[in-house]
């Protein structure tokens, strides 16, 4: 049976790289972690894909793009192009505009960490007002082995969160990278 053929190249429907293909201050996300990503395409279409996200550089964030019978297409673009949800459950008790949010350290530790001003709690019960850890910018301690030193941290997952803090009433925004 004859095979329906297509005289367009192949890479119309990949996704630009941007910036430059093999930037400085990598830092791998591992394992890849699942982002919307809103981007154009060398076809010139603006698509909204959920994909991995695999590494991050300043600025930017490399994605993998599945491809039918290839390895993935991978491609640095902005990192304003994803988002990646935040749960989150009140406002900051201090200022009432930031949002607090589950914060995954590198310890593996799930923390309450505010998006305005960084106060930071250790359980959702704990948050309000007077009651906030606040780390210095010198070592970004929270507790003993815990820290929120930027770029070790991310915003927690559905399944980072501690089994107790499941059924709590968590709302879902989503934000850059
Ligand atoms: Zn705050």
Excluded: F
Excluded at 159 to 165: G, I, R, Y
Aim: charged content about 20%; proline content about 11%.
């Amino acid at each position: 049976m004859p095979q329906p053929t297509s005289s367009e190249p192949d890479w119309l429907d990949l996704i630009i790289t941007v910036g430059h293909p093999n930037p400085p201050g990598q830092h791998p996300e591992d394992p890849p972690r699942r982002a919307t990503v809103t981007t154009r395409t060398y076809r010139g279409e603006t698509v909204t894909l959920e994909l991995d996200v695999l590494a991050r550089a300043p600025g930017h964030v490399q994605v993998a793009q599945p491809r039918d019978g290839q390895e993935p297409w991978k491609a640095w673009i902005s990192s304003g192009d994803v988002l990646q949800p935040m749960l989150w459950q009140v406002t900051c008790p201090y200022d009432d505009q930031g949002l607090v949010g589950a914060m995954m350290t590198a310890a593996g530790r799930v923390v309450l960490y505010c998006d305005g001003d960084g106060h930071v709690w250790l359980e959702p019960s704990q948050v309000s007002y007077g009651s906030a850890i606040v780390p210095r910018s010198s070592d970004w301690r929270v507790v003993e082995g815990v820290t929120v030193t930027p770029g070790t941290v991310r915003w927690a997952t559905a399944e980072d969160l501690p089994a107790a803090w499941r059924a709590e009433p968590w709302q879902v925004y989503s934000r850059e990278w």
